[in-house]
């Protein structure tokens, strides 16, 4: 069975939405939209935090220490 929906169908329950039927590939395009904001959310929140910086002799000693 085929089934193919121009737009997205919304399915009722006692008259109200409870679910929507959409093509997979907007439901793809859709994830992927959410994770790039995801994302953006989180770097606007990391580039809040002050950044603190090492030298690269105390980042080399540390790593010869393992």
């Excluded at 737009?7 to 439901?27: A, F, M, N, Q, R």
């Amino acid at each position: 069975m085929k089934a193919s929906f121009a737009e997205p169908e919304i399915v009722t329950k006692k008259g109200k939405p409870v679910s929507v039927i959409l093509p997979i590939k907007d439901y793809q395009e859709m994830l992927e939209r959410l994770e790039d904001a995801e994302d953006v959310a989180y770097l606007k929140k990391a580039r809040t935090k002050p950044l603190h910086y090492r030298p690269l002799e105390d980042v080399l000693a540390d790593l010869a220490k393992k």
